[in-house]
């Protein structure tokens, strides 16, 4: 069992930054990878980067945040970040973070615990 409470998000300028977190309870954080998705109005939630578990995870992004976003993991905390730089307008979604002890982590349908999600919001 985990729990996930995310903080940070908030209103930005187009090539502004934020740093969402997301803490998750328990001592076995290190057994979980952690991935960021996202949902913008009207479409499917998408995966916006993940990490493997345990220390030195490996990172994985989608094409569209390449370069722009960085995900990472503070196990002695139970926590991961994703520090977004370069905003865009397009990046305009609810964002969540989510855990799974499964090893095919790149697929939101693998995913077993999910934050509650925190908007971002781009402006022009």
């Known amino acids: 069992q985990l729990q996930l409470v995310e903080s940070g998000g908030g209103l930005v300028q187009a090539g502004g930054s934020l740093r969402l977190s997301c803490a998750a309870s328990g001592r076995t954080f290190i057994s979980y990878a952690m991935g960021w998705f996202r949902q913008a109005p009207g479409k499917e939630r998408e995966i916006v980067a993940d990490?493997?578990?345990?220390?030195?995870?490996?990172?994985r992004y989608a094409d569209s945040v390449k370069g722009r976003f960085t995900i990472s993991r503070d196990n002695a905390k139970n926590t991961v970040y994703l520090q977004m730089n370069s905003l865009k307008p397009e990046d305009t979604a609810v964002y969540y973070c989510a855990a799974t002890m499964s090893s095919s982590i790149w697929s939101k349908y693998n995913y077993d615990y999910w934050g509650q999600g925190t908007q971002v919001t781009v402006s022009s």
């Open positions: 990490i493997s578990w345990g220390s030195g995870g490996v990172t």
